[in-house]
T-cell receptor
Framework: AQKITQTQPGMFVQEKEAVTLDCTYDTSDPSYGLFWYKQPSSGEMIFLIYQGSYDQQNATEGRYSLNFQKARKSANLVISASQLGDSAMYFCAMREGGGYSTLTFGKGTMLLVSP | NAGVTQTPKFRILKIGQSMTLQCTQDMNHNYMYWYRQDPGMGLKLIYYSVGAGITDKGEVPNGYNVSRSTTEDFPLRLELAAPSQTSVYFC????????????FGQGTRLTVV
């Protein structure tokens, strides 16, 4: 079974608008972390934001925020005031806390920001 | 601050050839990973290591081998290259703490013809 599901293959947004990229996850481990990465067309992987399973508040980093709904097992990325440079592939990933944990990625969402 | 360094950036291999993708990190991270990314897809874990001398298979290990003789280096060996191994390969590293992000190398674009 997929551990990370990103159901939106592509999203379009106009410049300066907000956009939400969906991510749901599946784990039975009570301790886990959720990560979002950005991959621009140049190919590098850029870390954006982290949310821990025990964090009481939603994570924020500048224009990025994470809408964390633990009971629904969702960790949606919200980008406010979109910019042209936000056009990229976005990946949600999870790392479980128990044992030797590795980072598991979703299939990604391609975001295109139009002027 | 080098972070994670992968070489080469690009490589074309003929079917049946072998090669080693090099990866080194200077952050003293315990964990290192190799992922492959096929076009339009997410990253799939090939192998990982939790410390020098310890490696384990990920989701797609067939056709690959790894070793971890030092904390810094985690080379990925392709034996008998096949067209199905055409992909972009990423090396990454992280500390053992679950709430810290993984740092990625720039990637290696490999084509097997």
């Amino acid at each position: 079974a997929q551990k990370i599901t990103q159901t939106q293959p592509g999203m379009f947004v106009q410049e300066k608008e907000a956009v939400t990229l969906d991510c749901t996850y599946d784990t039975s481990d009570p301790s886990y972390g959720l990560f979002w990465y950005k991959q621009p067309s140049s190919g590098e992987m850029i870390f954006l934001i982290y949310q821990g399973s025990y964090d009481q508040q939603n994570a924020t980093e500048g224009r990025y925020s994470l809408n964390f709904q633990k009971a629904r097992k969702s960790a949606n990325l919200v980008i406010s005031a979109s910019q042209l440079g936000d056009s990229a592939m976005y990946f949600c990933a999870m790392r479980e806390g128990g044992g030797y944990s590795t980072l598991t990625f979703g299939k990604g969402t391609m975001l295109l920001v139009s002027p | 601050n080098a972070g994670v360094t992968q070489t080469p950036k690009f490589r074309i291999l003929k079917i049946g050839q072998s090669m080693t993708l090099q990866c080194t990190q200077d952050m003293n991270h315990n964990y290192m990973y190799w992922y492959r990314q096929d076009p339009g897809m997410g990253l799939k874990l090939i192998y990982y290591s939790v410390g020098a001398g310890i490696t384990d298979k990920g989701e797609v290990p067939n056709g690959y081998n790894v070793s971890r003789s030092t904390t810094e280096d985690f080379p990925l060996r392709l034996e008998l290259a096949a067209p199905s191994q055409t992909s972009v390969y990423f090396c990454a590293s992280s500390s053992r703490t679950p709430n810290t992000e993984a740092f990625f190398g720039q990637g290696t674009r490999l084509t097997v013809v």
